[in-house]
């Protein structure tokens, strides 16, 4: 799996301001419902849901919060710049503002596993997620997270 096969050019969010995380995932799931066309109350609510079971911050200022919702019929992602980091509860304690939404169908099964390793181990990379910190231009956030992808596959 790539991730340009989950992530459009066009979802990519920049300079989010909130001043929580329930609001932030508000504001990502109207990016998800303007740029997929899905109902933005079910994807909020799917996304407090699987927040209830556990944060989702993977520590290092990122977060991959991701649910499942009927509505949809392949996986989809959005990445989200915030302007002030916010707590998602990490591990390390740091608070986040990198973050890429998962959203996959109910029946997704391990291709749901296979799209939440792939965005981690590339938000894990150190160097990627300076080069994410360094910029606000959409297409160069989508050229970083789909480039290095390449890079580290080859």
Known sequence: MIISE????????????????????????????????????KVFLAL??????????MGHGVAIPHARI???????????KLINPLDFGSMDSQNVDLIFVLIAPHES?????KALAKVSRILRNKSTCEKLRSTIDKSALYSILTTDEEIQAA
């Open 48 to 57: 407090q849901e699987r927040e209830k079971l556990g944060p989702t911050g």
């Open 6 to 41: 989950i992530l459009s050019p066009d979802a990519i969010l920049t300079s989010i301001k909130a001043s929580s995380k329930k609001r932030v995932l508000q504001e990502i799931s109207v990016g998800i419902s303007n740029i997929y066309g899905l109902e933005q109350t």
């Open 109 to 113: 099964g391990a291709n749901h596993l």
């Open 70 to 80: 009927n509505s949809i019929s392949s996986i989809k992602g959005v990445f989200a």
